[in-house]
């Protein structure tokens, strides 16, 4: 079956790309100084082999419980919500919505615009911020919680190459609750005909190294 691929995809990266470093915002709000506490001893585990966003994630949890602060999810949602974007970001998207309705219309062919963040930040915090319910889905850095709601431990990673993980799962229509359920679900054969938005119909907007996979 052939589908229309009308729908185009921006998919985005978050941090300084739509706003300045989420996770270094988070960091401040909780007291801890990026620069000085928290970067200096992410930078051994990297240089040791870690993959950057798991260094991270393990030394965020080993600091939180350093100082007892017993992050719940709830506490990193209200940070989310105070993350300023950069000017014109989200009213933007409104904006984009509209041109592409207007040229629908006058094309008379049905066109859809969606927006996507992939990145390697916090995704319960960008998931709350302002951009939430503007985004088809947001796919980060996840925790797994206890029965409490307190952070225990790393989730799901988004490394620099698995960002082309969730590329393929919106080029293929897979919805994020499934690719959590079923990782393996992005390697399912799909004919390109068939795929719910090519790549061609993709736009992808980043800011450094990270992004160029």
């Known amino acids: 079956m052939t589908s229309l691929q009308n729908t185009i995809a921006v998919i985005m990266d ?29 930078k051994p585990k990297i240089e040791r082999g870690w993959d950057p966003p798991l260094a991270y994630l393990d030394e965020f949890i080993k600091i939180a419980k350093e100082r007892t602060l017993n992050i719940k999810k709830e506490a990193l949602e209200n940070i ?15 904006e984009f919505k509209g041109i592409v309705n207007d040229l629908s219309m006058e094309l008379s062919v049905p066109i859809e615009i969606e927006f996507y ?27 797994e919680y206890d029965n409490e709601g307190n952070l225990v431990s790393p989730k799901s990673i988004v490394t620099f ?14 919805p994020g609750n499934v690719l ?3 990782p393996g679900s992005v390697n399912y054969g799909i004919h390109e005909d068939s795929r719910k938005i090519p790549l061609k119909n993709m736009i992808y907007v980043g800011d450094g190294p990270t992004d160029i996979p």
């Open 14 to 42: 978050c941090d300084d790309t739509l706003c300045d470093d989420t996770t270094d915002f988070v960091l401040e709000s909780l007291g801890i100084a990026p620069y000085k506490e928290f970067w200096p001893r992410v």
């Open 80 to 94: 989310g919500k105070n993350i300023r974007f950069y000017e014109g970001i989200p009213e933007c998207f409104a």
């Open 117 to 143: 963040v992939v990145s390697s930040g916090f995704e319960e915090v960008i998931k709350a911020s302002s951009i939430g319910n503007v985004m088809k889905e947001i796919f980060g850095c996840t925790f």
């Open 161 to 174: 190459t698995e960002k082309t993980k969730f590329i393929f799962a919106i080029n293929k229509g897979i």
């Open 180 to 182: 959590r359920k079923n």
